[in-house]
C-alpha cells in the first residue's frame, strides 16, 4: 500500500460561485517563481483556483479574465499565494492542507482528484485514471479533462504519459513537461503502484 500522502486538497467550486449569482466572486493574483520561471498564481476566498506560466506567448493575467468573465479581480499577493509557492519549492509543511477552488464538470474534477495520488517522480497514464475513475473507455475524455487543469504543478498534469511509452501532449510545452519531469525524478523515492519515470525512454 502506497505511503503517499498529497497534502493538496480539491473544493469544487459551485455554478452560482462562477457566475457570481449570489456573490461577486473576487480574485487575487500575483505572481510566484517556480521551475526556474515565473508562474500566475490566483485565488478565491476558498483556494486557489488558477495556476499557469507567466511567460508565454498570451497574457497570463488577461487569460485569467476570460477564465472567471464575472468575478472582481486585484493584483495582490495573499496567504494562498506564498503557500502554494512553498509546496512547488517542496517546503510545505504536510501536516496542513493546500486548498484548490476549483470548477469543473464531475468528471473533470475527478481525474483533477486521481491526479493527485500520483507521486512525484512517478507516472501514469491516460488509461489507467480512465480505469480508476470507473471509467475505462474514456481515456480519450480523460486526455481532455487533463488538458484542461486549471493549476499545473499543484495538480499534477505533466506526469501522464500514453499507454504507448511515448510522453504525449502538454498544455504548456511538451520541453517543459520533460524539465519538470527530470527535476521530480531526481528526487524521488520508490512507491509502490506508480510507474517509473524514465526519461532516456523517450
Given at each position: 500500500?502506497s505511503?503517499f500522502?498529497?497534502?493538496?486538497?480539491?473544493?469544487?467550486?459551485?455554478?452560482a460561485?462562477?457566475?457570481?449569482?449570489?456573490?461577486?466572486?473576487?480574485?487575487?493574483?500575483?505572481?510566484?517563481?517556480?521551475?526556474g520561471g515565473k508562474?500566475?498564481?490566483?485565488?478565491?476566498?476558498k483556494?486557489?483556483?488558477?495556476?499557469m506560466p507567466?511567460?508565454?506567448?498570451?497574457?497570463?493575467v488577461?487569460?485569467?479574465?476570460?477564465?472567471?468573465?464575472?468575478?472582481?479581480?486585484?493584483?495582490?499577493?495573499?496567504?494562498?499565494?506564498?503557500?502554494?509557492?512553498?509546496?512547488?519549492?517542496?517546503k510545505w509543511?504536510?501536516?496542513?492542507?493546500?486548498v484548490?477552488?476549483?470548477?469543473g464538470?464531475?468528471f473533470q474534477?475527478?481525474?483533477?482528484?486521481?491526479?493527485?495520488?500520483?507521486?512525484?517522480?512517478k507516472?501514469?497514464?491516460?488509461l489507467?485514471?480512465?480505469e480508476?475513475?470507473?471509467?475505462p473507455?474514456?481515456?480519450?475524455?480523460?486526455?481532455?479533462a487533463?488538458?484542461?487543469?486549471?493549476v499545473m504543478?499543484?495538480?499534477?498534469c505533466h506526469?501522464?504519459?500514453?499507454s504507448n511509452g511515448?510522453?504525449?501532449?502538454?498544455?504548456?510545452?511538451?520541453?517543459?513537461?520533460?524539465?519538470?519531469l527530470?527535476?521530480?525524478?531526481?528526487k524521488?523515492?520508490k512507491?509502490?503502484?506508480?510507474?517509473?519515470?524514465?526519461?532516456?525512454?523517450?
Amino acid at each position: 500500500m502506497s505511503t503517499f500522502s498529497n497534502p493538496v486538497k480539491i473544493v469544487p467550486m459551485t455554478r452560482a460561485e462562477f457566475k457570481s449569482k449570489d456573490k461577486k466572486l473576487t480574485i487575487h493574483y500575483s505572481f510566484i517563481s517556480v521551475f526556474g520561471g515565473k508562474a500566475l498564481v490566483a485565488s478565491t476566498q476558498k483556494g486557489v483556483c488558477l495556476l499557469m506560466p507567466g511567460e508565454m506567448k498570451w497574457n497570463p493575467v488577461e487569460t485569467l479574465k476570460k477564465h472567471f468573465p464575472k468575478a472582481n479581480f486585484r493584483c495582490q499577493k495573499v496567504a494562498a499565494h506564498k503557500n502554494i509557492s512553498l509546496l512547488l519549492r517542496g517546503k510545505w509543511d504536510n501536516e496542513k492542507e493546500i486548498v484548490l477552488h476549483l470548477f469543473g464538470t464531475p468528471f473533470q474534477l475527478a481525474v483533477w482528484e486521481d491526479l493527485l495520488t500520483v507521486p512525484a517522480g512517478k507516472v501514469t497514464t491516460y488509461l489507467n485514471i480512465a480505469e480508476r475513475v470507473g471509467r475505462p473507455r474514456a481515456a480519450r475524455a480523460v486526455g481532455k479533462a487533463v488538458g484542461n487543469n486549471p493549476v499545473m504543478y499543484a495538480v499534477p498534469c505533466h506526469r501522464v504519459i500514453c499507454s504507448n511509452g511515448k510522453l504525449g501532449g502538454y498544455r504548456w510545452g511538451v520541453e517543459r513537461k520533460i524539465k519538470i519531469l527530470n527535476k521530480e525524478a531526481r528526487k524521488s523515492r520508490k512507491i509502490k503502484n506508480a510507474s517509473n519515470w524514465e526519461p532516456t525512454l523517450f
